[in-house]
């Protein structure tokens, strides 16, 4: 072979010579050697037909490929059953992305027949794969893998007449290169030597490719070279040099094996399920709000609700009001046995990958991020399912994911929990990496030393913070669910964190009143008016919306209302002021502005709990569970109830980010005794503490 490859390598650079385009070509990994060879076309014909080129456009085909070459040399059965489905499902992605042409492509007769000829032979290799004996003797094995080369032997040599065929087509819709007007008759008979050798190592090179696979030698294939040459073109790309004169098109494969991604296939359309014209229903953007269990996981797994980009989380985190865990993994199994009845077996396999890779992804968001001790009782289940049916059917990169998180569950035991609340924290840090903001009172240089309000907004934002990092918020949002009126005496200790936490919004809010009513003179209420306006603005600054809401309302609160008016604020406490209020009372469609602001934040923030105790209560407002519009006394998840509900979970959760402030202890003491007057008493009782004292003055 040395011999072949000299003159392969002299008849290159002679082409080169007479071919600008040729010095163009990426190498590739050679099939069948370890040497470095320049990739070529799989299509070798005389007329310049369009390049359709494995190596370089699906080189994720060259691993099984390989692998099943060296099967005959180790007569290793249990790789033959497992590369088998991997080979069909990249010969499937092949014939899907080449579906792309234009409508006369597809429909030729010549193509039809080269595409029927790779899916029987397909179909062929898989069946016999499949009807392999599991317990036989070893000489049986040897004679079902000698079958079972050469069933491949015919799907690998049916593949090249397809892309013949579908590159004689594509040729068809392109003009003839240009004839050169003045060529030299010797360079002539040099390039017409040069590309008649050309074409001998074209077709030496697919003949490789398709060679009997009992003569194949082993030899290493690197992987991360295979998968480093991935492109997302079955054909070349426009980046090559158009002065060839080839017709450059475009053909996307998406999702390719080699960068593994949720779905196989996404380009399937969606197929409507008989049952979701009484299960399911959605409004006028396309987005589900009511449905069955099993109408909603249909709609999860399919492409209809790739648009639905929050109806993952609304599931997870609130699939609980109206499922068990046990219910829900049921359902889940069987969307993934849930059968496609259609004409083309391409698209029932494509269909059944797709549904598959969901499922599998959503197992993996359960498990990794939203697990809880009550899913314990499907732990077992769900280990089997994986490593029985999950591990066969879709690719090891997937399946491993899952694996490994259950791994994990099952080591933490009783305590095992998702992981949801930490990777959203670890993410909100990385998008915003913080200094820490120091707070000393008396710094070096006396010009620099932090305003009072400044200092206080500091501590009485890191202050609260550590009484809100203090729950979960599911958790939170299930006790606001449940909980009646103010509720002073809660029971649970999820209950008294929570309660705890806005029992010291209160203080701030009646503290703010209170300084103000009990003022001694009109010009001592204008200044503590001015500081508290300061220090909500600051506060506001800080991303600290809970007390920058309490302080603002406590200086627009009816009570104190009728005595502040009169005051002569500055014009600047005046556009504070203003610029407060409307931030946080304007009628904006359930205050719109101040959940665009937590939404769009990448920094720490502190939320008050007004907001989402609001949020919480719109969404209770209707029913769990509503009939279809179109079939009456049906009874349907109310999605519409738990959309605001996944808001607020999520909104309360990107808010445990950390604010980096330097703690200075005296302070936060003060304020800690401060405010702790001001933690018991009714509402009533502090209306008519507050109104009296403002009525001294």
Not at 107 to 126: C, G, I, Q, R
Not at 574 to 591: G, P, W
Request: proline letters at 6%; a neutral charge.
């Amino acid at each position: 072979m040395p011999s072949t490859h000299n003159s392969h390598s002299q008849a290159r650079k002679r082409a080169a010579r007479v071919d600008p385009a040729s010095d163009a070509k990426t190498n590739s990994e050679s099939i069948d050697s370890n040497q470095s060879v320049p990739s070529t076309s799989g299509v070798c014909t005389g007329v310049p037909f369009t390049q359709f080129d494995l190596e370089k456009t699906f080189p994720a085909i060259l691993a099984p490929l390989s692998l099943l070459r060296g099967i005959p040399e180790s007569q290793d059965i249990d790789a033959l059953r497992a590369l088998a489905p991997i080979l069909s499902h990249c010969l499937d992605a092949i014939l899907h992305s080449m579906a792309h042409f234009p409508e006369h492509i597809p429909t030729s007769p010549k193509y039809h027949l080269a595409l029927s000829e790779v899916n029987f032979s397909k179909d062929m290799f898989l069946g016999h794969v499949t009807h392999i004996p599991l317990h036989d003797r070893p000489s049986s094995y040897r004679e079902a893998i000698q079958a079972a080369m050469q069933f491949l032997d015919m799907t690998m040599s049916s593949l090249k007449g397809f892309l013949n065929a579908a590159a004689y087509e594509v040729a068809q819709l392109k003009p003839l290169p240009q004839v050169p007007v003045e060529e030299d008759l010797a360079q002539n008979a040099d390039e017409s030597v040069s590309t008649d050798t050309l074409n001998r190592s074209q077709k030496s090179k697919v003949s490789a490719l398709l060679k009997p696979l009992l003569k194949w030698r082993p030899s290493r294939l690197d992987l991360a070279t295979l998968e480093s040459a991935a492109s997302s073109t079955l054909i070349h790309s426009d980046s090559d040099d158009p002065g060839c004169g080839f017709v450059y098109v475009s053909v996307n494969i998406r999702n390719s094996l080699a960068q593994f991604p949720v779905s196989i296939d996404p380009t399937v359309g969606n197929i409507p399920h008989p049952e979701d014209a009484t299960e399911l229903w959605k409004d006028g953007n396309g987005l589900a709000q009511l449905a069955s269990l099993k109408a909603l996981v249909r709609y999860m797994t399919s492409p209809d609700g790739d648009i639905d980009v929050e109806i993952i989380d609304v599931f997870f985190l609130c699939f609980r009001f109206f499922s068990s865990p046990k219910e829900t993994f049921d359902t889940l199994v069987a969307r993934y046995d849930d059968k496609l009845v259609c004409r083309s077996s391409t698209i029932t396999r494509s269909h059944s990958m797709q549904v598959k890779m969901r499922i599998a992804r959503l197992l993996y968001l359960w498990v990794d991020l939203h697990w809880r001790a009550e899913d314990a009782e499907i732990l077992n289940p769900l280990t089997q399912f994986a490593f029985s049916r999950l591990a066969q059917d879709i690719p090891r990169d997937a399946s491993s994911k899952l694996i490994s998180s259950l791994h994990q569950r099952a080591c933490d035991g009783d305590k095992s929990k998702g992981l949801r609340m930490e990777k959203t924290i670890a993410r909100a840090e990385a998008k915003h990496r913080q200094e820490m903001l120091s707070s000393t009172w008396e710094p070096r240089e006396k010009k620099s030393m932090m305003s009072r309000h400044a200092m206080l907004a500091l501590q009485m934002t890191l202050l609260l913070w550590e009484k809100y990092r203090a729950f979960e918020p599911e958790v939170a949002v299930r006790y606001l669910m449940t909980r009646s009126g103010d509720d002073h005496s809660p029971t649970t200790e999820i209950a008294r964190k929570v309660a705890n936490f806005m029992a010291y919004e209160r203080a701030v809010h009646r503290f703010v009143m209170d300084s103000i009513g009990s003022a001694e003179s009109v010009q001592l209420r204008i200044e503590l008016t001015e500081f508290f306006l300061e220090l909500a603005s600051k506060c506001h600054e800080l991303r600290n919306y809970s007390a920058s809401c309490l302080i603002a309302l406590a200086c627009d609160r009816p009570t104190v209302l009728p005595f502040i008016t009169k005051l002569k604020l500055s014009p600047a406490h005046e556009r504070m002021k203003a610029t407060l209020k409307d931030f946080y009372t304007r009628e904006n469609q359930h205050m719109a502005g101040y959940k665009q602001a937590l939404q769009s934040c990448c920094c720490p923030a502190l939320p008050g709990m007004m907001l989402f105790i609001r949020e919480v209560a719109r969404g209770c407002g209707s029913g769990p569970y509503d009939q279809h519009p179109n079939v009456p006394e049906s009874r349907l998840i109310n999605l519409k109830r738990y959309r605001p509900i996944t808001w607020a979970v999520r909104a309360m959760e990107k808010c445990h980010a950390p604010f980096k402030i330097q703690r200075v202890d005296y302070i936060c003491d003060w304020l800690e005794h401060v405010l702790s007057e001001y933690l018991v008493g009714t509402e009533a009782e502090w209306e008519t503490r507050i109104y009296d004292n403002c009525r001294k003055l």
